[in-house]
């Protein structure tokens, strides 16, 4: 006889298929699910489809946003020689979060991964460079990809790839560790990691 039943089984399975849920987590989520009132469980379905409908890619930087251009990008008070260059968007939240980075964005939404078959045309690489070439009054590039083999081989295929239009081109340094994701980083361990970058070449 099965644990549960198979409505059970499949949202306690849907659940778990979401980054950084487990086995035990999901099942706990999905008793949660079924415990809620009927009032509190259809505000999770609208907020849910509300962000589904709603949120779109801004078109300039590519990070998450219920308008186009993003807040972000539309702030006439943000250091445009700046670009900081990250994976997703929530490393743009934790950026943003500690206050210290006053520039603009541009989110890649992934990495070079051949082992995940993704390839640097999975990514907004392409976007990045068309931008770059769009707007001369940007002057450095930091890249602040995760300090992963993935990320640091993205990183210095950008460095490669925007040498020629004299660009300085900038990695986030100390304090993170091989491995580490930006997202978990507290904010004094960011701010020396972003403050410490070092300019990068085809050695790096």
């Known amino acids: 006889m099965a644990r ?3 409505s059970i089984q499949n949202l306690i399975a849907k659940l778990g298929s979401l980054p950084g849920i487990g086995g035990k987590s999901a099942q706990k989520l999905a008793f949660h699910i079924l415990d809620m009132s009927d009032e509190d469980t259809k ?9 589904r409908n709603l949120t779109k890619k801004c ?3 590519y990070n998450f946003t219920d308008s186009n251009p993003c807040p972000i990008c539309s702030d006439p008070q943000r250091d445009k020689s700046v670009l900081l260059v990250v994976e997703s968007p929530k490393d743009v939240a ?8 006053k520039g603009l964005y541009h989110v890649l939404h992934g990495v070079f991964d051949p082992i995940k078959s993704r390839s640097l045309e999975d990514t907004t690489i392409a976007q990045l460079i068309d931008r770059l070439g769009k707007h001369p009054e940007i002057k450095e590039v930091i890249v602040a990809t995760n300090q992963t083999a993935e990320g640091n081989a993205t990183a210095l295929f950008l460095s490669r790839m925007l040498k020629p239009s004299g660009i300085k081109v900038s990695r986030i340094a100390s ?8 997202e978990y980083a507290d904010d004094l361990t960011l701010a020396s990691a972003l403050k410490g970058r070092i300019t990068l070449t085809d050695e790096a």
């Open 4 to 6: 549960y039943s198979p």
């Open 43 to 51: 505000s999770l379905l609208d907020a849910i489809s509300e962000a």
């Open 59 to 61: 078109s300039v930087c």
């Open 94 to 101: 934790t950026f943003e979060r500690m206050h210290e980075y």
């Open 175 to 182: 304090g993170l560790p091989m491995g580490s994701d930006i």
